[in-house]
């Protein structure tokens, strides 16, 4: 298994809501990644997991919490979001942290209303 | 610090024709340089990599890249394009930091 599976791949969620987006990778990869990509503009690192420890938080606010049960699961739970965080968010995960390149999903495209 | 700079936007060429998108870092020593790819409304594909060793790169779909450190340059090139490579193109480096700075993207345009 060479994927990254992202679910659901499509999201329209209230200001009020709390979602939860999903990934998952069977490569054994030890890191693991959550990136923001708004359109035509390259993907801004979010959160970092490196063996299932939190390792980098890009400032981000805290209406994103990120969690990583396992060492194949990512999850990234949302919960009063503002119209401007709808953008793409794609899972990446990488053998290391540096100098493998990533394997990224295919992404949730999220739509704040 | 790590930056780095794709200075076109835009590409356009036809189908059949060569390909070269460009590519330049800013980094103290030789970092680990990537080319991804995005299809619309996809993911990123890791196309190629590059840290030490031969300076011409060969990767997926056809694809390879040649680091020049005088020029601080890793530009992608293909021989022959397919309509089927219109995407964005992303150069990425991996310094001193092990977060990867993206450039802005090149746009690849096909006309058949």
């Known amino acids: 298994d060479t994927e990254v599976t992202q679910t659901p791949k499509h999201l329209v969620m209230g200001m009020t809501n709390k979602k939860s987006l999903k990934c998952e990778q069977h490569?054994?990869?030890?890191?693991m990644y959550w990136y923001k990509q708004k359109a035509k503009k390259p993907p801004e690192l979010m959160f970092v997991?490196?063996?299932?420890?939190?390792?980098i938080n890009e400032s981000v606010p805290s209406r994103f919490s990120p969690e990583c049960p396992n060492s194949s699961l990512l999850n990234l739970h949302l919960h009063a979001l503002q119209p401007e965080d709808s953008a793409l968010y794609l899972c990446?995960?990488?053998?290391?942290?540096?100098?493998?390149?990533?394997?990224f999903g295919s992404g949730t495209r999220l739509t704040v209303v | 610090a790590q930056s780095v700079t794709q200075p076109d936007i835009h590409i356009t060429v036809s189908e059949g024709a060569s390909l070269e998108l460009r590519c330049n870092y800013s980094?103290?020593?030789?970092?680990?340089l990537f080319w991804y790819v995005q299809s619309p409304g996809q993911g990123l594909q890791l196309l190629l990599k590059?840290?030490?060793?031969?300076?011409l790169v060969q990767g997926i779909k056809g694809f390879e890249a040649e680091f020049k450190r005088s020029q601080s340059s890793f530009n992608l090139r293909k021989p022959s394009v397919h309509w089927s490579d219109a995407a964005e193109y992303f150069c990425?480096?991996?310094?001193?930091?092990?977060?990867?700075?993206f450039g802005r993207g090149t746009s690849l345009i096909v006309h058949p």
């Open positions: 990446a995960s990488s053998q290391e942290t540096i100098g493998y390149g990533y394997t």
């Open positions: 490569m054994g990869h030890r890191a």
């Open positions: 997991y490196s063996y299932e420890k939190l390792s």
């Open positions: 980094y103290g020593a030789t970092p680990y």
């Open positions: 590059y840290f030490s060793g031969d300076t």
């Open positions: 990425a480096v991996e310094g001193g930091s092990y977060i990867p700075t």
